[in-house]
């Protein structure tokens, strides 16, 4: 089993529409949590950090839950420009420098 | 400023060859990180510095690959007798330190391609 899992898409949806990816994580003790954002054939940017209380930066909504293992990206009104890959990333329970990614959930926004 | 610099950003390379991949860190940053991305996946973790002495090598797949960072700042990824298996872009980054949450800054890597 893979140490973050995550659906890997592609989502398709029109311009406006709201969109959620979920991630699911194996070890318990990790303790930091991100959305990465990738474009195609580019370097993976920090989106946003996930924290326990769920945060929200503007129209992105990052929510974790830690009793599922659990972490969430809702984005609203989606534009075309956030059409990219979605990497969700945990810290390495026993070295937390170590970032643990997913593969990626893909995202394509249509007019 | 200046972001994380990768050079080459292209390097196809004859099976059995020698490369060295560099990385220049963001200015200050202490910690740096080398990861491994194939295709549909998200980058693997290879080795961490911090400082000048690798940290972590847990990640490297096999003796064929190392790093140093003589000086504390650049650091030069190395593959010997290169396979195709080898073949992926290789992601330096480096962060302000290694505590937790701190933002790793990523550099637009280097794509290796072993023919």
């Known amino acids: 089993r893979k140490e973050v899992e995550q659906d890997p898409g592609p989502f398709n949806v029109p311009e406006g529409a709201t969109v959620a990816f979920n991630c699911t994580y194996s070890?318990?003790?990790?303790?930091?949590f991100f959305w990465y954002r990738q474009d195609c054939r580019k370097e993976p940017k920090l989106l946003m950090s996930?924290?326990?209380s769920g945060n929200e930066d503007g129209r992105f909504t990052a929510q974790l839950n830690r009793a599922s293992q659990y972490i969430s990206l809702l984005i609203r009104d989606s534009k075309l420009s956030d059409s990219a890959t979605y990497l969700c990333?945990?810290?390495?329970?026993?070295?937390?420098?170590?970032?643990?990614f997913g593969s990626g959930t893909r995202l394509l926004v249509r007019p | 400023g200046a972001g994380v610099s990768q050079t080459p950003s292209n390097k196809v390379t004859e099976k059995g060859k020698y490369v060295e991949l560099r990385c220049d860190p963001i200015?200050?940053?202490?910690?740096l990180y080398w990861y491994r991305q194939s295709l549909g996946q998200g980058p693997e973790f290879l080795i961490y510095?911090?400082?000048?002495?690798?940290?972590?090598d847990s990640g490297l797949p096999n003796d064929r690959f190392f790093a140093v960072r003589p000086e504390g700042s650049v650091s030069t990824l190395k593959i010997q007798r290169t396979e195709r298996g080898d073949s992926a872009v290789y992601l330096c980054?480096?962060?302000?330190?290694?505590?937790?949450?701190?933002?790793?800054?990523f550099g637009q890597g280097t794509r290796l391609t072993v023919v």
């Open positions: 980054a480096s962060s302000w330190d290694s505590s937790l949450n701190t933002e790793a800054f």
């Open positions: 070890n318990s003790a990790s303790q930091s």
């Open positions: 996930v924290y326990s």
């Open positions: 990333v945990v810290n390495h329970a026993d070295s937390s420098y170590k970032l643990i």
């Open positions: 200015s200050g940053h202490t910690a």
């Open positions: 510095f911090q400082g000048t002495g690798a940290a972590d």
